[in-house]
């Protein structure tokens, strides 16, 4: 019998192979097209015919984990234990796997906010534990009344995304307020707070947990290389929490993966100094500024894109079909692979709404709006 029986292939791999298939236009799984700094191609060139391709300890290369203190303290004013505190993980996605099979146990609840990344439901069900999907405002801004009567004293778990995926919402002063008075309110209560897009915010500027003191004790926070160096492939983040809280996620990453992989952590060790991490929010700002500007001789309708890589569009205007047969469509007769919306959500949605990504070269963000002039 199938542990997770309703756990299907996720929607990323379905539309890229759609999209290889119809030799389509991209825009669907997150992940950029453009070549990578030449300085990390160059220190992988060097660093391959170095003594760098054994196992490092368990939590990481300690160099490494002092420089992502050091980026912490820079970046949100908070000095974190680079030994106790930090685990270097195989992903974002490790991060929260194994924080999750650390921390909840078989009978607690986990509240996720709809629409929602999608690595965080198996891990709960493989907790034995159960998943309460809670969704947004329309508008994409949390709601709070809704969560405060989702959650009880079996919540052992919050998941937040902020920057948020596949929205581009991101949280304000206000909500980081109602968080604070629900982990006030519930001392059971943990917050995992999946930050992968943390430099790619535009004009307003990103609110981490590591600002918020009254969160330091009872959060952990979930970072990746892979989004903001654009080295996705490479598959490595890391992982911020209390000791108390990190020797457990630490007990599950040991025998998960023991360690990541070494050549990816020494060349991030001599490539993370030399990036400055404010460029990142603004490369990627020209790039949806660009997208939006060619998206304008669409039928489509942009919603607001704050932050991420992804910027959500409704195409009520053209059509009523439901978002899943509308991006195959626009797949099969139009080129152009993207996200349907309503997989965010644990009951679909009827919005209409579909997810771009605008990770990509300028010749591809420009060759995929005249695709969908054609809509
Ligand atoms: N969280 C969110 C919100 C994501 O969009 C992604 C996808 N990249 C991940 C986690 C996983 O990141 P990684 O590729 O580093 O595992
Ligand atoms: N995070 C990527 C996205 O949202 C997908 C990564 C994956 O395919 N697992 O598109």
Redesign the pocket.
């Known amino acids: 019998m199938s542990k997770l029986p309703h756990i299907g292939t996720s929607i990323f791999t379905v539309m890229s192979q759609l999209a290889n298939e119809h030799q389509a236009i991209n825009l669907s799984q997150?992940?950029p097209n453009f070549p990578i700094d030449e300085r990390l191609i160059e220190i992988v060139a060097k660093l391959s015919k170095e003594n760098v391709h054994q196992y490092t300890p368990m939590s990481g290369l300690p160099s490494l984990l002092e420089k992502i203190a050091l980026l912490t303290q820079q970046s949100y004013g908070r000095m974190v234990n680079p030994a106790s505190e930090i685990l270097i993980t195989?992903?974002?996605?490790?991060?929260?796997f194994a924080t999750i099979q650390a921390l909840v146990q078989s009978g607690e609840e986990v509240v996720i906010l709809d629409p929602s990344?999608d690595?965080y439901e198996a891990p709960i069900l493989l907790s034995n534990a159960k998943p309460i999907r809670v969704s947004l405002h329309s508008d994409f801004t949390p709601n709070w009344d809704a969560i405060r009567a989702a959650t009880n004293k079996k919540t052992r778990l919050i998941i937040i995304?902020n920057p948020?995926?596949p929205t581009g919402k991101m949280w304000s002063e206000h909500d980081f307020l109602q968080l604070e008075n629900l982990v006030e309110t519930h001392p059971n209560l943990l917050v995992l707070s999946?930050e992968?897009?943390e430099y790619i915010r535009f004009e307003q500027p990103h609110i981490s947990v590591h600002h918020r003191r009254k969160l330091w004790d009872r959060s952990i926070s979930?970072s990746?290389?892979?989004?903001s160096f654009h080295i996705?492939g490479w598959?490595?983040?890391y992982v911020i929490a209390p000791e108390s809280i990190m020797k457990e996620i630490k007990k599950v990453h040991q025998f998960l993966v023991f360690s990541v992989s070494s050549m990816a952590q020494h060349a991030l060790n001599a490539y993370i100094d030399q990036v400055d991490v404010t460029e990142i929010g603004r490369f990627y700002q020209q790039k949806r500024d660009r997208f939006r500007q060619l998206m304008q001789a669409t039928k489509l309708e942009l919603l607001p894109c704050e932050g991420?890589y992804f910027q959500v569009a409704s195409y009520a205007g053209i059509s009523d079909e439901n978002d899943v047969d509308f991006t195959r469509r626009l797949v099969t007769e139009f080129g152009v692979a993207t996200i349907p919306i309503s997989t965010f959500y644990a009951n679909g949605t009827d919005y209409h709404c579909i997810r771009f990504c605008f990770a990509k070269d300028d010749d591809t963000l420009q060759n995929a709006t005249e695709r969908l002039m054609k809509l």
């Open positions: 997150g992940f195989a992903g974002a996605t490790e991060g929260i990344y690595c995304n948020h995926n999946d992968v897009y979930i990746s290389f892979g989004k996705t598959k490595i983040g991420t």
